[in-house]
């Protein structure tokens, strides 16, 4: 049995992640300071995992297969700037480090879309839909930590014998956030629809969390036998949009014009035909079935 240790056990990913692991036969331990974690999970141990010293324990006492490390402050701007920095780069960094010293085999840690850069006036996509290749600019604390985060990633994966790699989930809608639950960003599912102005900011992006989970499950399985430090995004097949992106997008984000005319349909901004290629995942949860969905 494979021993998987998640840190962010008890997050809105974390929870499906620790579900679909078990489900696969997984030995899951959960790592976390706030309650949450499923019952799933085989132990839970909370930890301050930026304290290097406490990161290391946990590592010698589970003895971990596989780390997933999810845990992070997940939303941009929820704390200082200064705070969400220190805290996501350093847990990366200790997670990292802590469990490629004790032996672990396969760590994989979550980055974000964010640091693609959207989000501000002056920004406009390179090319659409985007992709892994396309170039980041991060331009906050939050973005530039999951930047940060996958760096940290390719240098363990360049010096030590572990295989690592980053995924780049999408707005993660939580199972029970379908049937009306606030998101992170506070608003419900309906009211990203409704009023598209609010999922714009993100070009409509997201994912259900168990769609999520499930790539992370793949990619576990599977890290043995690709090339060390791979990025992957994670992403719906469809946009959270009732129009095509190609005339709502210019009307949200009037600097995607012409780049947006491809994304006839119901065709998103980001692609995750990577993941399709080199690990044989697509995400099968779209809103139009699942919303309202009990």
């Known amino acids: 049995?494979?021993?998987?240790?998640?840190?962010?056990?008890?997050?809105?990913?974390?929870?499906?992640?620790?579900?679909?692991?078990?489900?696969?036969?997984?030995?899951?331990?959960?790592?976390?300071?706030?309650?949450?974690?499923?019952?799933?999970?085989?132990?839970?141990?909370?930890?301050?995992?930026?304290?290097?010293?406490?990161?290391?324990?946990?590592?010698s006492r589970f003895r971990p297969d596989a780390v997933v490390h999810l845990a992070a402050i997940a939303t941009p701007f929820s704390r200082t700037d200064a705070f969400t920095y220190r805290v996501?780069?350093?847990?990366?960094?200790?997670?990292?480090?802590?469990?490629?010293?004790?032996?672990?085999?396969?760590?994989?840690?979550?980055?974000?879309?964010?640091?693609?850069?959207?989000?501000?006036?002056?920004?406009?996509?390179?090319?659409?839909?985007?992709?892994?290749?396309?170039?980041?600019?991060?331009?906050?604390?939050?973005?530039?930590?999951?930047?940060?985060?996958?760096?940290?990633?390719?240098?363990?994966?360049?010096?030590?014998?572990?295989?690592?790699?980053?995924?780049?989930?999408?707005?993660?809608?939580?199972?029970?956030?379908?049937a009306g639950a606030p998101t992170q960003s506070g608003h419900t599912m309906a009211e990203r629809l409704d009023q598209p102005e609010i999922a714009g900011v993100s070009l409509f992006n997201y994912i259900d969390a168990r769609d999520a989970s499930d790539l992370v499950l793949t990619l576990l399985d599977r890290l043995p036998d690709l090339p060390n430090g791979e990025v992957f995004f994670a992403g719906a097949a469809d946009a959270l949009a009732r129009e095509p992106l190609a005339e709502l997008l210019p009307r949200i984000n009037p600097a995607t014009a012409g780049l947006a005319a491809g994304l006839t349909g119901s065709a998103p901004a980001f692609s995750s035909a990577k993941a399709g290629r080199l690990l044989g995942w697509q995400a099968k949860r779209s809103w139009r079935t699942e919303i309202g969905a009990p």
């Open 88 to 178: 996501n780069t350093q847990l990366a960094f200790n997670v990292c480090e802590a469990a490629t010293a004790a032996g672990v085999e396969r760590i994989v840690i979550a980055s974000s879309p964010t640091v693609i850069g959207y989000g501000t006036a002056a920004w406009a996509p390179a090319y659409l839909p985007i992709d892994e290749d396309h170039p980041v600019a991060p331009w906050n604390a939050y973005s530039l930590s999951k930047l940060v985060a996958e760096q940290v990633m390719a240098t363990f994966a360049r010096t030590s014998t572990a295989k690592l790699a980053a995924i780049r989930p999408c707005f993660v809608v939580a199972p029970e956030e379908w």
């Open 1 to 59: 049995m494979t021993r998987t240790l998640v840190t962010g056990s008890a997050g809105r990913f974390g929870r499906s992640v620790v579900s679909a692991l078990a489900d696969a036969g997984h030995e899951v331990i959960g790592v976390d300071t706030a309650p949450g974690t499923p019952a799933e999970a085989a132990a839970v141990l909370p930890a301050d995992l930026t304290d290097l010293g406490e990161a290391f324990e946990v590592m």
